[in-house]
């Protein structure tokens, strides 16, 4: 009997005995806490001196001046990493539809939600340039119910909340986006606050510190606080309507953006055609984030044609159980932590982390946290554009019983 046969069965076997009573189906909600990240590096940035080839002509190939920060060497540790990342990072950054002033608020909100010093530090000055004041960057952490913004800016902020804590957007502040921007502008703004999101996460989990050149840092003496309304029921019809034509429905929505969507391919692509991950091991990752974003598409493109994930040896309602579920050997424990972890901590904890890296190496330690990561985003985007089910015959999330 193979490995794969043989997890499977044991998985069924655990369903069958009854042995859920003490399963885990959910974990808190992003923003319960304020992310902390360690205060020194898991993994190194890489020192120009000891660049190779490949190396300098990433560094070449994505940052203007040659002289990128602690985030991008950190990167570089797998170069197949940065080359995925820095695409999407640099069309975001300075490359999107949307005015330089609005960019900064929703990046340098999703460094406050997420905890990072390193983004808020590197995107601070940016937001001057842009036209920001001191004033107003510390009042971005005090978010979109502070004195002094206008309607439409308090708006972006609330979009970068809801979709942070409740891995969706209310009807109410889509019209609103809606009132001003067409499609394009919407997704990019989505999309800012969702990648950013993803670099927070892979940042804090590997412990990349602010460059010392850079002096801005969170700003301490503001409560870690998001108020945002109860998530509403999923969407029954897409906000944005795929492109007419064959392929699943997520990449036909993608479709309708071009320009973004030659820029968001390469994170994709390192998933699932670069990673050294296992088969079973990315599709573990990817579940478990979908199931805790209550992404129906993407659980059901992971259990089903994309994932495959019994093919992979695993019962996917073990995955909505949690790591406490009877069935998993304990490094799957961990890999299910980790992805819980980094959705309601944005940072993956020591124990984890360490026991993680008792198997993984430092390149499939940055793939596994990536992964994860990146589906978060994904879930995201698919909660807010309202991404339907390619089959009536695909498969929904598990209804499983309450703790």
């Known amino acids: 009997m193979g490995l794969k046969t043989s ?3 044991l998985c069924l076997a655990a369903i069958a005995s009854g ?3 003490f399963a885990q189906w ?4 992003p923003g319960s806490r304020q992310p902390v990240a360690p205060a020194r590096p898991r993994i190194a940035p890489v020192l120009e001196a000891q660049w190779n080839d490949v190396q300098k002509q990433l560094v070449a190939k994505h940052v203007t001046g040659g002289h990128p920060d602690n985030g991008v060497r950190t990167l570089l540790n797998l170069p ?4 995925a990342v820095m695409p999407y990072t640099n069309y975001l950054t300075d490359g999107s539809s949307l005015i330089g002033r609005q960019r900064e608020l929703l990046v340098m909100r999703a460094a406050w939600l997420g905890g990072s010093q390193l983004l808020w530090a590197v995107h601070a000055p940016l937001a001057r340039n842009a036209g920001m004041s001191s004033e107003e960057i510390r009042r971005i952490a005090q978010g979109p119910d502070a004195s002094g913004w206008d309607p439409f800016e308090a708006n972006l902020l609330r ?5 942070y804590r409740n891995s969706s957007v209310t009807s109410a502040t889509w019209q609103v986006l809606a009132a001003r921007y067409n499609m394009f502008n919407q997704m990019d703004a989505v999309e800012t606050v969702n990648h950013f ?4 996460m892979i940042y804090n989990s590997f412990g990349v510190q602010p460059d010392a050149d850079l002096k801005d840092r969170l700003p301490a003496d503001v409560p870690y606080t998001i108020h945002v309304p109860a998530r509403e029921a999923p969407l029954t019809t897409a906000r944005v309507e795929p492109t007419v034509g064959r392929g699943i429905a997520v990449g036909r929505t993608f479709g309708r953006y071009p320009t973004l969507n030659q820029r968001w391919s390469p994170r994709q692509t390192f998933i699932n055609r670069t990673s050294k991950l296992t088969p079973h091991q990315r599709e573990m990752l990817i579940l478990r984030m979908g199931w805790n974003c209550r992404a129906e598409y993407e659980w059901a493109k992971h259990v089903g044609s994309v994932g495959r994930a019994r093919e992979q040896g695993l019962e996917p309602r073990l995955i909505a159980e949690g790591p406490t579920a009877s069935g998993w050997d304990p490094f799957e424990k961990a890999i299910l932590r980790a992805s819980d972890e980094l959705y309601r901590d944005d940072v993956v904890s020591d124990s984890t982390w360490r026991t993680l890296s008792e198997t993984f190496d430092t390149s499939l330690m940055m793939s596994a946290i990536f992964t994860t990561s990146d589906y978060r985003a994904i879930s995201l985007s698919l909660n807010t554009y309202g991404v339907q089910l390619d089959q009536v015959t695909d498969e929904r999330l598990p209804q499983v019983p309450a703790r």
Do not use: F, H, N, Y
């Open 19 to 21: 042995v859920t009573a």
């Open 159 to 163: 979009l970068a909340d809801q979709l």
């Open 80 to 83: 197949e990493l940065a080359d």
């Open 7 to 9: 997890r499977a069965l």
């Open 26 to 29: 959910t974990v808190d909600p």
């Open 197 to 200: 999101i993803v670099l927070s």
